[in-house]
């Protein structure tokens, strides 16, 4: 069984500080068939000309104005040539060289599955990790409660998105939660758990970051539910934060 071709996209804007981490990180994997996308939004703090100097295989590089980060992510899918599609955001890493390995193992041992998640980290500036986030005994009717499999480690094939649609421009921060509800409880993606840590994030990111994206993102959730026919409440979506305490121990 030959290889498949993995696309991964990257998406950035003036991320200058950051961005060579994670170009290092694609760089370091030990598969050999990828496709890396970077979209960059034009950013004015010389980002893309650090790509374009860092030595990494970047296959397409796109620097332009885009309508926010989802705009952005949908851009790149779009120019994917891969059987299967996975994203790695300007502030994070593949946590390890055979990530992608092991993502394009369990495609071709479980050929029936249409996607794959893993566990994440968020890290402070130090390095330090301060959380994980794992999808061990995540389950779709988790959605109603706030939950979803953390997004950095979703890899799925390209049809998916062919299929059922890209990421919708009407969210602010929750396009992601939305999309993986319609990928996974309306359409009922076959999926597999890969028990590894796939990713490391900054801590800091636009959906963490205070009590204002707090709001937001559980409007946005529950308004993510609403449209796909899953009920939940916003007093149920608060619960949550009571069970994430536990993720810190």
Not at 75 to 95: N, W
Not at 122 to 140: C, D, L, M, V
Request: proline content about 4%.
């Amino acid at each position: 069984m030959s290889d498949p071709l993995i696309s991964v996209v990257t998406v950035c804007y003036n991320a200058s500080n950051t961005i060579l981490r994670t170009l290092a990180s694609v760089q370091a994997q030990t598969y050999v068939n990828l496709e890396y996308i970077v979209i960059d939004g034009g950013s004015t703090d010389g980002t893309p000309d650090l790509i374009r100097a860092s030595g990494c295989q970047v296959d397409t590089l796109v620097s332009e104005k885009d309508k926010g980060m989802y705009d952005a992510l949908n851009k790149g899918i779009a120019l994917c040539k891969g059987s299967i599609i996975g994203l790695l955001h300007a502030d994070d890493v593949f946590a390890s060289p055979d990530v992608l390995q092991r993502i394009a193992h369990a495609f071709q041992t479980h050929p029936r599955i249409q996607a794959v998640i893993g566990d994440i980290q968020f890290q402070n500036a130090e390095g330090k990790t301060i959380r994980t986030y794992s999808s061990s005994r995540w389950k779709p009717s988790d959605f109603r409660w706030g939950y979803m499999p953390p997004h950095p480690s979703f890899y799925c094939r390209k049809e998916c998105f062919d299929r059922h649609g890209a990421y919708r421009l009407d969210f602010e921060i929750a396009a992601d939660y939305e999309l993986l509800i319609r990928f996974l409880w309306v359409h009922q993606l076959e999926f597999q758990y890969i028990p590894m840590v796939t990713v490391r994030m900054l801590v800091g990111g636009k959906s963490t970051r205070g009590l204002q994206s707090t709001l937001v993102i559980n409007r946005e959730i529950a308004k993510a539910c609403r449209i796909n026919g899953l009920k939940t409440s916003l007093p149920l979506l608060y619960l949550k934060y009571i069970r994430k305490i536990a993720e810190f121990f």
